[in-house]
């Protein structure tokens, strides 16, 4: 009888640990589709998934949280090719 107990108390703790932990996934999802929405608040041409800044080699540029495509602003093309003169991921990508 006394395993039983401690097999039911197991159990019991283990719904309670899982049930928190979805309740904390919840929270992570609700603010990562907060940031998401929030951060440029530009649409993706390719797919009108929402676009976010990121920054590489000090370029910023624009990245959809869907398809994934890299956006260029006026001039980031620019300084991409300037810093792949110095040997940058640029030339190593489609050199």
Known sequence: MPIELEDRGRALENEYFRRKEQELIEKLKAHMAAENSQATGMKCPRCDGALH????????????????????????LAQ???????GGWFEK???
Request: proline share 0%; with cysteine.
């Open 53 to 76: 800044e990121d920054s590489y080699d000090q370029v910023k540029v624009d990245i959809c949280n869907k398809c994934y495509g890299v956006w260029f602003d006026a001039g980031e």
């Open 80 to 86: 991409v090719i300037d810093k792949n003169k110095e």
């Open 93 to 95: 990508l489609f050199g």
